[in-house]
């Protein structure tokens, strides 16, 4: 957990403790994900960013993209 200070509106307000969550995904799955974090997150912008994956452990890669295989995406 950490704390941290945003600046919102021109002022620097405490945001108070909170964790960061990595989620690790296909891309076309990204959208749903930023629509529940919009609609289910506290903050009026919460925070949701896609980076691509430019290398990795291929076993891992492999093992993200099985495990979203049968998850389709929302409209």
Not at 10 to 23: C, E, F, K, S, T
Not at 24 to 44: K, N
């Amino acid at each position: 957990m950490r704390e941290d200070v945003v600046e919102r509106n021109r002022n620097l307000d405490r945001v108070g403790d909170h964790a960061r969550v990595a989620l690790h995904t296909r891309t076309e799955l990204v959208p749903a994900i930023v629509q529940r974090a919009d609609a289910e997150h506290p903050y009026e912008v919460p925070c949701v960013i896609a980076t691509p994956v430019i290398a990795g452990n291929p076993a891992y890669v492999q093992w993200v993209l099985d495990e979203t295989a049968g998850i389709q995406p929302h409209p």
